[in-house]
């Protein structure tokens, strides 16, 4: 089987079970969403090379109480370690500097706050208002999966610039701005079927899910690198790991959810 189809089929299952879990009910949704931060920090923990329990301990005690009372202050104090956290791996990326990592505590601390607080974000996604909207959650996966198409599409055939080339040879400034443009087309879409916001919300929306997304896609990539590793896992034939699939959208949730949530 060639690479492309591997990749197409693999991709297709993937698609198919996120949408299933979304539409079915909440628990299948936090039940995926929590089954694929398993592998995630396996993935992720085998990459910085961290042994032990700790990861999959504190994710379980983490979502369970965050579960319970989803309006406590903690969220907000989560929710605010996670988007310094995730601007501080912004900074290491624009500033080409190597992001370390010493010792077992360290290692744990980047797990959770990277890895482990993101996911709580995008099981908490959907849960606006008090209420499971499985519409706002595929709204955002949509906005996700266009971007990432069409910044391939153009970058592939019109890509000249390079956006990263120390971290990601392949993505261009082209292919950004591609995926920017049809991200944004999408959020305007999406707006005239779905009421939950406004035009200009859900475009901001799609603005913070294509730009953090990238930086989010980068970010892993230069873990990567530091680990010299081509992907994070090979559960998904032709794309990589679980981490490799979700690293737009598990940097973009966090962000995503302060807007919806605390600035509209």
């Given at each position: 089987m060639s690479n492309l189809l591997k990749r197409s089929f693999s991709g297709v299952i993937y698609v198919l079970i996120f949408l299933s879990a979304i539409l079915f009910s909440?628990?299948?949704?936090?039940?995926?969403?929590?089954?694929?931060?398993?592998?995630?920090?396996?993935?992720?923990?085998?990459?910085?090379?961290?042994?032990g329990l700790i990861g999959y301990i504190f994710f379980g005690l983490t979502l369970f109480f965050i579960l319970k009372r989803p309006q406590s202050y903690a969220v907000f104090i989560i929710l605010g370690i996670t988007i310094i956290s995730s601007s501080f791996l912004i900074y290491k990326l624009l500033a080409k500097k190597e992001i370390s990592f010493s010792?077992?505590?360290?290692?744990?601390?980047?797990?959770?706050?990277y890895v482990i607080f993101s996911m709580i974000f995008l099981v908490l996604l959907p849960i606006y208002k008090g209420n499971y909207n499985p519409n706002l959650m595929i709204a955002i996966l949509v906005m996700i999966w266009v971007n990432d198409s069409?910044?391939?599409?153009?970058?592939?055939?019109?890509?000249?610039?390079?956006?990263?080339?120390?971290?990601?040879?392949?993505?261009?400034?082209?292919?950004?701005?591609?995926?920017?443009?049809?991200?944004?087309?999408?959020?305007?879409?999406?707006?005239?079927?779905?009421?939950?916001?406004?035009?200009?919300?859900?475009?901001?929306?799609?603005?913070?899910?294509?730009?953090?997304?990238?930086?989010?896609?980068?970010?892993?990539?230069?873990?990567?690198?530091?680990?010299?590793?081509?992907?994070?896992?090979?559960?998904?034939?032709?794309?990589?790991?679980?981490?490799?699939?979700?690293?737009?959208?598990?940097?973009?949730?966090?962000?995503?959810?302060?807007?919806?949530?605390?600035?509209?």
């Open positions: 909440k628990e299948s949704y936090i039940i995926l969403i929590s089954l694929f931060s398993i592998v995630a920090i396996w993935e992720f923990s085998k990459m910085i090379d961290l042994k010792d077992d505590r360290s290692k744990s601390g980047l797990l959770i706050r069409f910044a391939f599409l153009v970058g592939k055939n019109f890509g000249k610039r390079k956006l990263f080339v120390s971290v990601s040879p392949k993505k261009t400034v082209e292919g950004f701005l591609g995926g920017l443009a049809f991200a944004l087309l999408a959020g305007y879409i999406i707006s005239r079927f779905n009421n939950d916001f406004t035009i200009f919300n859900w475009l901001i929306i799609a603005f913070i899910v294509s730009v953090i997304g990238t930086i989010g896609d980068l970010v892993e990539s230069k873990f990567k690198r530091q680990a010299n590793i081509k992907d994070s896992g090979n559960i998904m034939p032709g794309h990589g790991g679980i981490l490799d699939r979700l690293d737009s959208l598990l940097f973009a949730a966090p962000f995503v959810y302060l807007y919806i949530n605390f600035i509209i």
